[in-house]
Nanobody, 122 residues
């Protein structure tokens, strides 16, 4: 299974970016997908998650500015980031909690994408 993230870059404060992350490979189902971020010298933190049914969860610091969505048919999760602030600068990682069929059995695994840099600076 691979998670391919894209959409990062350099943006001015107040600007917008849209991140995408597509999961591919031997996937039976994806239970939840999400975005995490890690700024230099800080631990990785949750940004937003979304379940297969569309339930969402956001970090308090991004509520009202970021929107997570997913396309189940494409196994893709998106993060629309608006009103970006310098403190949003970080490497953003996508995550997928998915099930794989191994023989007759289903196993649940957690996968991470490679990370995409988001820099908010004037």
């Amino acid at each position: 299974v691979q998670l391919q993230a894209s959409g990062g870059g350099l943006v001015q404060p107040g600007g917008s970016l849209r991140l995408s992350c597509a999961a591919s490979g031997s996937i039976f189902s994806i239970n939840a997908m999400g975005w995490y971020r890690q700024a230099p010298g800080k631990p990785r933190e949750l940004v937003a998650t979304i379940t297969s049914g569309g339930s969402t969860n956001y970090a308090d610091s991004v509520k009202g500015r970021f929107t997570i969505s997913r396309d189940n048919a494409k196994n893709t999760v998106y993060l629309q980031m608006n009103s970006l602030k310098p403190e949003d600068t970080a490497v953003y990682y996508c995550n997928a909690d998915l099930s794989q069929l191994v023989g007759p059995l289903l196993y649940e695994y957690d996968y991470w994408g490679q990370g995409t840099q988001v820099t908010v600076s004037s």
